[in-house]
């Protein structure tokens, strides 16, 4: 059995009634002291399990550990866009919907308003994708697919271990970060364009104008 001692009865018995007020003022801090840190290690042990992978789609995994946040929705059975309308999921620039059925694609409004960050989706690996639903995100979401690819991605159920490690150093490097590369330096080439255009855009407004 343990006994906790009170914080008043570290009050010394024989010391004189003048000196008790103190005593008070320091027990008060060393309360307070301890109201204080309960909150701070609440908020740092959050803080770390932030960054950890975590479920936020049926079937898909967040990560925000990489420098370009991703959900990876990698061989999860999908046979639909996901569109988490009524939930948006913010601050994920791609979207890895690699190994699926997805046969169609929904509007580019729909999916900005589930994925107001998004810079860029991969579509490898889903065979019977509607390729034309794929040219509304012309110069202005990064894509990968198979539609006009000589090399489809593979997408093996139980890989051996000579296609594994062949896989781990090409396209999947843990899973998504070549694919989030790659996404990556394709959005910095639409946003190069996007500004290249519009510099082009405000001299040829200037010169109207003149």
């Not at 001692?5 to 003048?18: G, I, K, N, Y």
């Not at 309360?31 to 789609?57: D, Q, Y």
């Not at 991703?70 to 791609?94: Q, R, Y």
């Not at 894509?143 to 150093?169: F, G, M, R, V, Y």
Request: aromatic share 10%.
């Amino acid at each position: 059995m343990r006994f906790e001692a009170d914080s008043r009865s570290l009050r010394p018995l024989f010391a004189p009634p003048c000196f008790w007020d103190k005593f008070e003022i320091i027990r008060h801090r060393i309360m307070k002291r301890r109201i204080l840190f309960s909150p701070l290690v609440l908020l740092a042990c959050t803080k770390l399990g932030s960054t950890a992978p975590t479920h936020c789609l049926q079937g898909c995994t967040c990560d925000r550990t990489s420098e370009s946040p991703t959900i990876i929705c990698h061989d999860a059975n999908m046979t639909h866009f996901p569109l988490p309308i009524t939930n948006p999921k913010t601050s994920f620039n791609f979207l890895q919907l690699t190994c699926n059925d997805i046969r169609t694609v929904p509007d580019l409004d729909l999916i900005m308003q589930s994925f107001p960050d998004l810079h860029g989706i991969d579509f490898q690996g889903n065979p019977h994708l509607n390729c034309t639903s794929l040219e509304q995100f012309a110069r202005k979401l990064a894509i990968l697919s198979d539609c006009h690819s000589s090399e489809k991605l593979s997408c093996q159920k139980t890989p051996t271990p000579a296609s594994k490690s062949k896989n781990s150093a090409s396209k999947f490097c843990d899973g998504h970060c070549q694919s989030a590369k790659k996404m990556g330096d394709l959005w910095k080439d639409i946003k190069q364009f996007t500004k290249k255009f519009n510099v082009k855009q405000v001299l040829n407004d200037f010169f109207d104008y003149k």
